[in-house]
């Protein structure tokens, strides 16, 4: 088929089932039948958004750039209204600016090292509480305000 075919929304919507699956991914009308057996996420995930617009969905997922690829081997026309780009265009590759991986936001992270705290703050931040406590339920029951 020619790829600067324009087709309607209505219809793409014609085209929702197993034996003849449409969808839209950026303008892009894509007969995905015969990829429905080889989809990694299952063939119900492309039939329940056939005759439909899945860019966002798509774009979501976070597909590979060969996945982006096959839109150009599944691509029978376009969604009516949108720009068709010039060849040069195509040829350059598919992935144009609205198929760009995000770039990865780069991660501060700083390491704590071991603090230079002497051996007996151990001590310190552990047994001196507990004698402290230890001392004063002993004074209580001396003075006998501690009942028990």
Request: aromatic letters at 12%; charged letters at 30%; glycine letters at 6%.
């Amino acid at each position: 088929m020619d790829k600067e075919i324009v087709f309607t929304l209505s219809q793409i919507t014609q085209h929702k089932s197993k034996q003849d699956c449409w969808i839209i991914i950026h303008g892009r009308v894509l007969d995905v039948t015969k990829f429905l057996e080889e989809h990694p996420g299952g063939e119900e995930v492309l039939i329940d958004s056939a005759g439909k617009d899945v860019t966002k969905e798509f774009e979501d997922i976070g597909h590979s750039k060969a996945a982006k690829n096959l839109l150009l081997k599944y691509q029978v026309g376009y969604i009516q209204g949108y720009k068709i780009p010039d060849e040069s265009e195509l040829d350059l590759n598919l992935v144009t600016d609205s198929f760009k991986e995000p770039k990865a936001k780069e991660m501060k992270a700083f390491v704590i090292k071991e603090d230079p705290q002497p051996k007996y703050m151990i001590f310190v931040e552990y047994f001196v509480p507990f004698l402290v406590a230890a001392f004063f339920l002993y004074y209580r029951y001396l003075t006998g305000n501690l009942q028990l």
